[in-house]
Structure formats: structure tokens, C-alpha cells
């Protein structure tokens, strides 16, 4: 995301749409996103749905959470942990980082930047 | 001899060989290599990088390299380490300092350090050459025994050794008929003694596996293509592949081109640096020969690569004589082999255990004084293995009675505190070298609390993973020592065990994870210490677990079992096993209407596979209506109970043990708890319901019923205890409800009954006198307690179903009503499955 390049957002869904504390899927063309609300922090994090381990479309079903307050996310497979900050597999040295989106909420309304 | 100290401007290393052992190499020297100033280059003659030998059979399992691979895609690159692969060293030339590859590279060395291992040696008999003779040791070769398999009835193993039985298993698990041809008396005769060697041939021929001994092979023939094999006493056997895995011979060939000394049977000469005669080049692994041997297992060779990459980054390492001790499963049987297995150097008198019930045998040699235990044998249990070798190599004194030692192992809990006697040098894991001090250190300065930490930080059983139990007990052991008393926190959100979490929440009224947090906890939570609140809450509340979704593990979460590719699987509950044609009807006419894969399960109920997210609400919906309630196969909770058809059919039954399991699947069904509970009531003391594998089962007798309390199958099965005998069916409940009741306010969390019974303090004896003779005067508040929880069952998928608000929760995309367009499905035996996963 170079800096003089405008960024585009997707409207993604309503901040309703979210558990408190818990995270959605959301389809953007052919790309799955993971939406989370760390709600208790206050804070919105966006990332791919796929967990790079087995290559399942999973992560948004997954428990969040912090360890020495970097918020993660935990993928329901095999409890392979992911932080919502860098996308830095947190448990494994061998699997791979996972996308984060640049997230915001406008009017009740969650956008995910997509490009 | 070693005045090659090495200078600190940029020098070049040059290895040859990328198995195992040349791999480790890289890593190590890299490792010590802080600055990056080595230029490494490595020249590898597979086509594939560096991958794990020893468990070359898994390559069957789903013929992918992937998962051996002991480096990810661009280790050495990111390493700045370049790899010539499929492209072998050709010539050495010792006077330029330069090594020639098949492609035509020369490259520049300063030192040079060969890494050649070894190649399987194949007799040289007629026939060796035919058509359908292999060796077993690249993933080539499984390549090529597989497409032989698939034409074949029979193979034949020639060789009885460790390799070979490692050969004769995959055969067995291509399902041929599989022969195992050894031409000395026993099986693995440099680990075994005779009766161990017995022990393992009839656990052997038990599963299958025909084992000729005293057999030498004389010659393989056919025509064009195998078709038998001939013995030098005359008899022969048909066959339609051969194996040959008749030991190893060192891949000197470049040494010797180049003038370095080899050993009048092959392997290069090296001195306890492992130099070579030229001191610029080293040599590691199956190739090296020092003091007259070749060392054939990789924690040696990765020992040697220990000591190389010490030695050329200003280190000095020697190598010493390496224990040659062994442990591994052969298809399903325990063998150990340690220090002197045969007593041969020293005089010594051995202790021996036989038990032929259970195929066991344990053999230990003590010195003649009766302090040191010289080595041993293990066959059919090796759970003593770890601490009987730690004995061995510290030389620690044994105690008066060491035939108890033998023994530790099944006592249970009580051996932990051995391994705090071990010297602070113990080698615990060999494959990498870690001692006692490196684990317990990184316990009190780093603060590792799990073995998975201890990989991460100290590399400890990251190598064949056999250290891993013993790890576990240091790390305890030294958190105990550190007062941390094994006080279990749960994580570092909850600074308390669950057992004080549970009677905090029951105390103090709370009914959610927030309200836990904020009145016990610190931070926000994590996916440890979610789901175990959401069990305890279950547990003391019996709420409604969808109410709390986002603490739930991933099947509590949607109330089905998550399944590869991201679908579900839907268990309706089926008491007791009895389900009327009605229902069956039904459950098919559901499966039909969805197309879900069907599969009776163990816990005698039908699982339905492959159902969408979405469709989940639907399907229940339907189940509902035909009379089903949730089977709570996804929950850490009461599961079935399993029954034979008992006394009403059965001629030998003393009760109705399908009336008593129908009774008891009633009364504690989705009882949640700190694990998965399992049921079982058998008519009869033939036991046809298994119910000596439960966490509860129950057996008829003739006065009444006998109670057996945790047992499990799984992983570590064990079998259940009798706990009261010839009781009625009232007790019976009583004792349940107080049993099942103290576990839930007790235990860990992901702590099975028998696991829990085996820690609790005081054992069985303490448990009958908490429930039978309420000696801690618990047993009404107890059952109490199960009364109220069970008070406030209901069908948490009849609460779904009947509201639109958490149906709504059952979608994969929030905004679309598509399903994940990646779950796809093939057939498979006429019913849909998933895609196998990556």
C-alpha cells in the first residue's frame, strides 16, 4: 500500500454483524476475509480467512485472544496461533505469515481496505 | 594433529552429502556462524533437499515429501547457504582445494566435510540385479517398490535387522504377504538376546508377518522378473518382490578417489575432530569411521556435526565413543535395546521379566556388585526405557531391590521425582544433544512451562521426539523445585488452577467469561483460557453454550464436529444403542435428502459427515422432528453408553444391560466436563460392551453390577478399575453422580478420568474413601450439586433450531448467503468424502 496510492475500501458488513469478541467471514470477489471484533479491547482487525497450515478457509470460526498483549487468533484445526498485528504465525517458525487487511468503521459500518 | 585452527576472516566450507546429517551440519554451523561471514556450499546428489530417513515409511502414508522435509521451501537461501541438488560431487582435488560436481562446478574450499552416509549393501548373489529386487533407503526407492506393490501378492525382506523390519512393516501396510528372511538365529541380533528376539517374532507373526530364520540366500531368480528366492540349505520361497536391507556400506568412493585413508571395510579414517588424514576435510555421519566404527543412527551423526561446526568456528568439541542405544515401535511393538544389552563386557548378572500374557520381556544387567545397571533389553513395554538408559550412561547407583526399577513405569505417578536425581550433564535428548542443565536452565532463567516452549527454545525433542515424556517431567520436577508448586495455572490470564476457578465461579455466582475475568483474571483472554471457562460455566450452570459462542472450542462453537475441508458431522443421540426402524428410516431419509457420508461410530450411534455450515439448523431441524436430540459428539461431555443386548435376548445375560444404559444415557446426557466422558454396561462378566475401556462402565454379576471407573481407549488406553462390587443398580447412581461430580471440580482441564485418577494424590484407596466412605463428608453436597446441573438439561440444538436469531449464526460468509465455494467433495466407496488436505 504505497502512500500516494488511494486506498479502497470494501464495505464489508454492519458492526452488528460481528460477535463481540469474535470474528465473521466476509466474501470480497473471490477473496475471503476474516473480520474480528476484540470488542473488550476495543479494537477491529481484518485478515485472510485461510489458515496457511492445511489451507483451510477457517481462521474467522477461530478464538481470539492476546499473549503479552499482542491480540491472536487461534485456528480451530490444529490451535495454531496468528497475530491480528504483523500475521506472524506465533506458535509455528514453519508456517507461514497470513495477510492483514487495514481495517476501519464508518457509520456503523465495518471497510476493509482491498487494494 | 589439529593445527588447523581456524581464522576469523571469510572462510569457504564446502559439503558433500544433503541428508540428514549434512543438513544438521548447515544448521549448526550456521547457528554458530553469528557474523554470516562462512560461505557454505552444499552439493547434494538427490533431487530433493535434506529430508527425515528415519521415518521414511510415512512417505506411504500419502506419498508427499512435504511432511519429511526437515527445512521449509528456501531454508537455504534464506540461510545464504547455496545448494546444488541432483548434482554429486564427482572429484575431489585435494591439491587445488577444490571439488568438481557432475555438472561441471569446481568450487574453491578452505575445509571440506564430506557427508556422504552411506548406501544399502546388496549381497553379491545371483539375481541381485532382477527386475523386482529394491533396497530401502531413498524416497526413489519407495517410488519405485510402490509401483511394483501394486502388481504383487508377495514380498520377501531379506534382512531382520531394524531397517529390515521397518521394510517389512510398509509391506505389511501395502498389504502383501510379507516374509522377513534373516540368516542369523533372531531377529535384530546386535539389539537382542534370544528370548527378546522371541518375544518380538511371535508379536510379529501375531500380526501377520512370517519370519524365516537361519536362512542364508543364495539366489534370487525368475524369469525376466523376480519370482523366488533360493536358500543355501536348499529350500526356497516364491515370491513377487524382494527387499534387500542387508546392512550398510560407508559411500566412501570419493575419499578413497582422492587419496584420504578408509578403513579395509570402508568408512573414512577420522580422528576424535573428525579429520581426516587430509586435516582440511572432515567427515560426518555413516561415512566416518572412528576407532574401528561406523555409527549408523542419526544422534551420533548429529553429533558430529556438533563437534565439526564447533571446531571451524573457533569451538573444540571432540567426538567420543556415542551410546548406541535404541528405542522405536516396529509396527505396533515396543522394542529398546541400551548400554550392553548382552552383558558381554563385564561380568554381570542379569535380572529377567517375563510376561507372556502380554508379550513382555524386560532384561537388565547388573554389575556384579549389584550398584550399576550395565544395559538391557525391552520388548513389548518401554516405558522404563527412558530412565533405565539415564541410569546406565550416568552410572547412578541403583537401589537395594533393582528389579523394582523395571517396574517403575506401571506404578504410575510415583516415578516422577527420579529424573531430579540425574547429573546435570544427563543427556535426555541424543538427537540433539541437550543435557539435564540446558532443560531445567531454561525453566528457571527463560521460564519454559511446556515441552512445546522447551522445543522452541532449546530444540529438545524436535529430533525422533523420544525424549518428550522425560522433558515434561524436568520441566515439572524443576517448577515444583521453583515453588511454582505444579500449580497449573491455566494461562497467563488466570493465575489459578481449575479446580480453584471452578469453585471461584460456583462461589461467587459468576455466569460469564467477562464477569471472570474481570473478578480472577487479568488481560483479554486467549484461546486456552476461553474454552476452559465456557466448560466450567457448562459445568456449574448448564446454560445454554451457544449463549457464550465466541469462548467455545471450535465444535462447541457450531455444536458439530469440524472436519477436513471446513464441513460438519451431525451424531444424533441413540441411547444405549436401541433405535427403532422408525428412526433408522429417518436418519437415512435425512442423510439421502443432504448427502451425507454415514459411518456407524464406537459408541454404537450413526455419524453423518459432510455437512455444510448452513445446513446444520436444517438438518437438526429435521432430526428434531423425527424425535432425535443433540448427541454432544462435539463437546467435552458425557457421549454415549454403550451396551450388548443384555439379559432380554441374550441366553448368558444376568440383567438388562440396554434398560440400565438407556437409564444412564438419560440421566447424564451433555453433562459437560474437563474432557470427553464414555459409558458402557455389559450384561454379563463375557463383557461384550467393553465396558472395562470407559471412564464408567459397568459389568453384571450375579448380586447386582460392578462398577469400573477410569479407564479409556485412545492414545495411552487404560484399562478401567474396579471401584465397588455386586452393588445395586441406586448405588450404582449414587456413586456415579459423586465420582463424575468431584472429577468435574477436580481435574485439569483436558484431563480424562484416568489421567486424573492416575495424579490423584493417594490413588484409588483416597477415591473410594471420598465417594464410598465420604470421608472428606462431600458426598451429598456432590450429589446435590450433579442434581442440579442435570436439572437444567435440555437439547441445545432444539434451542438453535428454535431460534432465528442463533440459526443465524450458521453461515460461512456474513454477507452472502453463498457457501464456502472452496469445500469440494469426491466419491469414494459410493459415498461423498472430503479432499484430502494438503
Known amino acids: 500500500m504505497g502512500i500516494n496510492k488511494k486506498t479502497k475500501w470494501f464495505r464489508a458488513c454492519h458492526v ?3 460477535p463481540a469478541n469474535g470474528g465473521v467471514c466476509i466474501q470480497y470477489q473471490n477473496e475471503q476475509i476474516a473480520i474480528f471484533h476484540f470488542t473488550s479491547r476495543q479494537e477491529w482487525y481484518a485478515t485472510q480467512n485461510l489458515c496457511p497450515h492445511k489451507q483451510q478457509m477457517i481462521l474467522s470460526r477461530g478464538l481470539i485472544g492476546e499473549t503479552l498483549s499482542e491480540a491472536k487468533v487461534a485456528c480451530p484445526y490444529h490451535k495454531n496461533t496468528f497475530s491480528l498485528i504483523t500475521g506472524k504465525c506465533l506458535s509455528s517458525s514453519e508456517i507461514d505469515v497470513i495477510k492483514i487487511y487495514e481495517i476501519k468503521i464508518e457509520d456503523e459500518f465495518v471497510f476493509v481496505a482491498c487494494e | 594433529m589439529k593445527s588447523n585452527r581456524f581464522s576469523p576472516s571469510s572462510i569457504k566450507v564446502v559439503v558433500i552429502g544433503n541428508a540428514m546429517v549434512g543438513h544438521k551440519f548447515c544448521e549448526k554451523l550456521r547457528e554458530r556462524d553469528v557474523l554470516n561471514t562462512i560461505d557454505i556450499k552444499v552439493f547434494g546428489e538427490e533431487n530433493h533437499r535434506a529430508y527425515d530417513r528415519v521415518h521414511l515409511s510415512e512417505y506411504f502414508k500419502d ?3 512435504d511432511r519429511l522435509y526437515l527445512s521449509k521451501t528456501g531454508w537455504y537461501e534464506s540461510k545464504n547457504i547455496q545448494i546444488y541438488l541432483d548434482n554429486p560431487v ?30 544399502p549393501f546388496l549381497p553379491p548373489i545371483t539375481g541381485n540385479d532382477l527386475f523386482g529386487v529394491f533396497v530401502y533407503r531413498t524416497v526413489d526407492d519407495l517410488e519405485m517398490i510402490l509401483g511394483r506393490a501394486y502388481k504383487s501378492k508377495k514380498a520377501a525382506v531379506i534382512g531382520g535387522g531394524l531397517l529390515g523390519l521397518e521394510a517389512a512393516k510398509a509391506m505389511l501396510d501395502l498389504r502383501l504377504e510379507t516374509h522377513v528372511i534373516e540368516h542369523s538365529p533372531r531377529l535384530m541380533p546386535r539389539q537382542l538376546d534370544e528370548t527378546g528376539a522371541t518375544f518380538l517374532r511371535n508379536k510379529l507373526e501375531h500380526l501377520g508377518i512370517k519370519i524365516h530364520l537361519n536362512k542364508t540366500t543364495s539366489a534370487i531368480r525368475g524369469n525376466e522378473r523376480v519370482e523366488w528366492v533360493e536358500f543355501a540349505d536348499n529350500t526356497q520361497l516364491d515370491t513377487d518382490m524382494v527387499v534387500v536391507s542387508a546392512g550398510i556400506r560407508p559411500r566412501d568412493e570419493l575419499a578413497r578417489q582422492c587419496g584420504l585413508r578408509t578403513g579395509p571395510r570402508g568408512g573414512v579414517i577420522v580422528n576424535e575432530y573428525l579429520q581426516t ?22 544422534a551420533p551423526g548429529y553429533n558430529m556435526a556438533e563437534v565439526v561446526a564447533s571446531n571451524l568456528t573457533g569451538g573444540d568439541k571432540i567426538f567420543t565413543a556415542f551410546d548406541m ?5 516396529l509396527i505396533g511393538v515396543d522394542v529398546a535395546s541400551f548400554g550392553d544389552p548382552f552383558g558381554m563386557n563385564t561380568a554381570h548378572s542379569p535380572i529377567i521379566f517375563e510376561d507372556r500374557m502380554r508379550d513382555i520381556y524386560k532384561r537388565i544387567n547388573i554389575s556384579e556388585d549389584g550398584k550399576k ?6 520388548v513389548g513395554d518401554t516405558h522404563s526405557y527412558n530412565m533405565l538408559l539415564q541410569t546406565c550412561l550416568n552410572e547412578l547407583s541403583l537401589p537395594p531391590h533393582p528389579e523394582n526399577i523395571l517396574f517403575q513405569s506401571e506404578e504410575g505417578s510415583k516415578n516422577e521425582s527420579g529424573v531430579m536425581a540425574l547429573p546435570d550433564a544427563a543427556l535426555i535428548c541424543s538427537c540433539e544433544s541437550i543435557s539435564k542443565k540446558t532443560i531445567c536452565d531454561a525453566v528457571i532463567a527463560q521460564g519454559i512451562a511446556d515441552a512445546e516452549g522447551m522445543k522452541k527454545c532449546t530444540k529438545a525433542g524436535t529430533g525422533c521426539g523420544g525424549c518428550i515424556p522425560m522433558v515434561k517431567d524436568l520441566i515439572n520436577e524443576t517448577l515444583k523445585l521453583q515453588g511454582k508448586m505444579i500449580k497449573q495455572i491455566i494461562c497467563e490470564h488466570f493465575a489459578y488452577s481449575r479446580q480453584q476457578l471452578y469453585d471461584l465461579i460456583k462461589i461467587n455466582g459468576i455466569k460469564t467469561f467477562e464477569a471472570a475475568l474481570e473478578s480472577f483474571g487479568t488481560g483479554f483472554g486467549c484461546e486456552i483460557c476461553k474454552p476452559v471457562i465456557a466448560s466450567i460455566l457448562a459445568s456449574a450452570w448448564n446454560d445454554l453454550i451457544i449463549k457464550h459462542a465466541t469462548i467455545q472450542d471450535t465444535n462447541d462453537r457450531y455444536l458439530a464436529n469440524i472436519q477436513k475441508g471446513g464441513s460438519y458431522s451431525v451424531v444424533p443421540r441413540i441411547p444405549g444403542g436401541e433405535i427403532t426402524p422408525d428412526k433408522l428410516i429417518a436418519i437415512g431419509e435425512i442423510a439421502k435428502k443432504y448427502n451425507l457420508y454415514c459411518k456407524i461410530t464406537g459408541g454404537q450411534r450413526i455419524d453423518l459427515f459432510g455437512a455444510m455450515i448452513h445446513q446444520l439448523p436444517e438438518i437438526w431441524e429435521e432430526l428434531i422432528a423425527a424425535g432425535f436430540e443433540s448427541g454432544h459428539a462435539y463437546g467435552k461431555a458425557v457421549r454415549t453408553v454403550k451396551s450388548c443386548v443384555g439379559s432380554t435376548w441374550c441366553r448368558y445375560g444376568l440383567h438388562d444391560s440396554v434398560g440400565f444404559a438407556i437409564e444412564l444415557e438419560e440421566r447424564y446426557k451433555g453433562l459437560r466436563a474437563p474432557h470427553k466422558i464414555k459409558m458402557a454396561v455389559s450384561g454379563c462378566v463375557r463383557e461384550c460392551a467393553e465396558a472395562q475401556s470407559k471412564d464408567v462402565g459397568v459389568i453384571a454379576t450375579e448380586k447386582g453390577w460392578n462398577l469400573f471407573i477410569c479407564g479409556n481407549g485412545g492414545a495411552k488406553p487404560q484399562h478401567a478399575v474396579l471401584f465397588a462390587s455386586d452393588i445395586d443398580k441406586e448405588t450404582v447412581v449414587h456413586y456415579i453422580d459423586r465420582l463424575l461430580m468431584f472429577y468435574i471440580k477436580t481435574a485439569e482441564p483436558l484431563t480424562r478420568t484416568s489421567t486424573w485418577l492416575n495424579k490423584l494424590e493417594g490413588g484409588l484407596d483416597y477415591l473410594k474413601d471420598v465417594i464410598i466412605h465420604n470421608t472428606l463428608g462431600i458426598c451429598v453436597q456432590l ?8 436439572s437444567q438439561y435440555y437439547c441445545e440444538w432444539k434451542a438453535v433450531v428454535e431460534s432465528p436469531q442463533l440459526r443465524k449464526q450458521f453461515t460461512h460468509f456474513v454477507n452472502s448467503n453463498e457457501p464456502d465455494p472452496t469445500i469440494s467433495f469426491e466419491e469414494k466407496r459410493k459415498q461423498k468424502n472430503p479432499v484430502a488436505w494438503v
Open chain 1, 16 to 18: 452488528n454483524d460481528v
Open chain 2, 63 to 65: 506419498k508427499s515429501i
Open chain 2, 90 to 119: 564427482v572429484e575431489i582435488d585435494r591439491f587445488k582445494k577444490n571439488v568438481i560436481s557432475k555438472s561441471g562446478e569446481v568450487c574453491p574450499y578452505d575445509y571440506l566435510v564430506l557427508a556422504t552416509g552411506s548406501s
Open chain 2, 277 to 298: 588424514s587430509d586435516p582440511f576435510i572432515y567427515a560426518i555421519g555413516e561415512c566416518a569411521l572412528y576407532e574401528g566404527m561406523i555409527y549408523g543412527l542419526v
Open chain 2, 325 to 329: 542405544s535404541t528405542k522405536l515401535k
Open chain 2, 373 to 378: 545397571l550395565l544395559g538391557g533389553i525391552l
Open chain 2, 783 to 790: 450429589e446435590q450439586e450433579m442434581q442440579e446441573t442435570l
